[in-house]
T-cell receptor, first 117, second 112 residues
Framework: GAVVSQHPSWVICKSGTSVKIECRSLDFQATTMFWYRQFPKQSLMLMAT?????????EQGVEKDKFLINHASLTLSTLTVTSAHPEDSSFYIC?????????????FGNGTRLTVT | GESVGLHLPTLSVQEGDNSIINCAYSNSASDYFIWYKQESGKGPQFIID???NMDKRQGQRVTVLLNKTVKHLSLQIAATQPGDSAVYFCAENIGSNYQLIWGAGTKLIIKP
């Protein structure tokens, strides 16, 4: 149980275009999902917290107009990288809690490798 | 600032031996700790967790030890197998939200 599915697993796009990444909780409902970014050989960096039915909360330094987050249902959150540039190339990972309790593990999707050419 | 750090960026272990991955944390108020395994090109996979009211917790071939006196967390993997090759992250939770503070990661390499 507690499966988080992320799609696509990889995407290549041209500079200036937008890319949408989907994160789904397959067997549980998640009022809150999290979006992370990870550079090679580095740890995860929290970008934003996605809240179902309300606005996302962005971490300091993350441009909310560039990284649009929509959490339209209890099982789906999307991250749209708008007007992507090569510096946006990275590994994006979403996660969610199956229990809603802070002292329970987050479950992660398998990430999306974004390459902007 | 607050941080969770690791002592060793890379750990090489002989197949069949036990592995010990260490993690230091700085916030004495942290009350929940998690170990994740991340294989290349994949998302982190939950291994084991421990709450601050415990010193030790065991899973299948894994044990997490928590020493609150010195703010130290460790992950022990028994009889290390080739499939254990990955980067291991410790993370701590501060407060009553989902914010996790992540360690830098330790790459575990299994020698045949």
């Amino acid at each position: 149980g507690a499966v988080v599915s992320q799609h696509p697993s990889w995407v290549i796009c041209k500079s200036g275009t937008s890319v949408k990444i989907e994160c789904r909780s397959l067997d549980f409902q998640a009022t809150t999902m999290f979006w992370y970014r990870q550079f090679p050989k580095q740890s995860l960096m929290l970008m934003a917290t996605s809240n179902e039915g309300s606005k996302a909360t962005y971490e300091q330094g993350v441009e909310k107009d560039k990284f649009l987050i929509n959490h339209a249902s209890l099982t789906l959150s999307t991250l749209t990288v708008t007007s992507a540039h090569p510096e946006d190339s990275s590994f994006y990972i979403c996660s969610a809690s199956a229990t809603g309790a802070y002292n329970s593990p987050l479950h992660f999707g398998n990430g999306t490798r974004l390459t902007v050419t | 600032g607050e941080s969770v750090g690791l002592h060793l960026p890379t750990l090489s272990v002989q197949e069949g031996d036990n592995s010990i991955i260490n993690c230091a944390y700085s916030n004495s108020a942290s009350d929940y700790f998690i170990w994740y395994k991340q294989e290349s090109g994949k998302g982190p996979q939950f291994i084991i967790d421990i709450r601050s009211n415990m010193d030790k917790r065991q899973g299948q071939r894994v044990t997490v030890l928590l020493n609150k006196t010195v703010k130290h967390l460790s992950l022990q993997i028994a009889a290390t197998q080739p499939g254990d090759s990955a980067v291991y992250f410790c993370a701590e939770n501060i407060g009553s939200n989902y914010q996790l503070i992540w360690g830098a990661g330790t790459k575990l390499i299994i020698k045949p």
